[in-house]
C-alpha cells in the first residue's frame, strides 16, 4: 500500500512539473518596464538619508521619531516602529527588530 502512494505521488508531481514546463507567459502578459519608470523609481530613492531620518522600504527618507512612540512594540533596523500584536512578522519587511520595546 505504502509503495502504491509512492507511484501515485511521484506520477502526479512528474505530470505537474511536465504540465508547468510547457506553459510559458505570452509577452503580453510579461510587466513592461520602460526607461522613464525606472529613472523615477531611482529619483526618489535616496542613497542615503540626513540626521533624523530614515530610509523606509521604498527608499524615501522619512523623519525619525524622536522617541518612543506610544504603543510601539518594537524599533525596526531602519528606524521605524512596530505595533505588531505578535512576534513573527515583526519588521520582516524593515530589516528586522534592531530592539524590543514591550515584547509581545
Do not use: E
Amino acid at each position: 500500500m505504502m509503495i502504491r502512494r509512492v507511484v501515485i505521488t511521484a506520477a502526479l508531481l512528474l505530470s505537474i512539473a511536465a504540465g508547468s514546463a510547457s506553459a510559458k507567459p505570452s509577452v503580453s502578459s510579461l510587466p513592461t518596464v520602460t526607461a522613464q519608470s525606472a529613472i523615477h523609481r531611482i529619483a526618489f530613492a535616496a542613497p542615503y538619508c540626513s540626521t533624523g531620518y530614515y530610509k523606509n522600504v521604498n527608499g524615501i527618507c522619512v523623519h525619525r521619531p524622536s522617541s518612543n512612540p506610544s504603543g510601539a512594540t518594537a524599533r525596526c533596523r531602519d528606524g521605524s516602529y512596530s505595533y505588531s500584536r505578535h512576534a513573527s512578522g515583526t519588521c520582516s519587511h524593515h530589516g528586522g527588530v534592531l530592539r524590543w520595546i514591550r515584547h509581545p
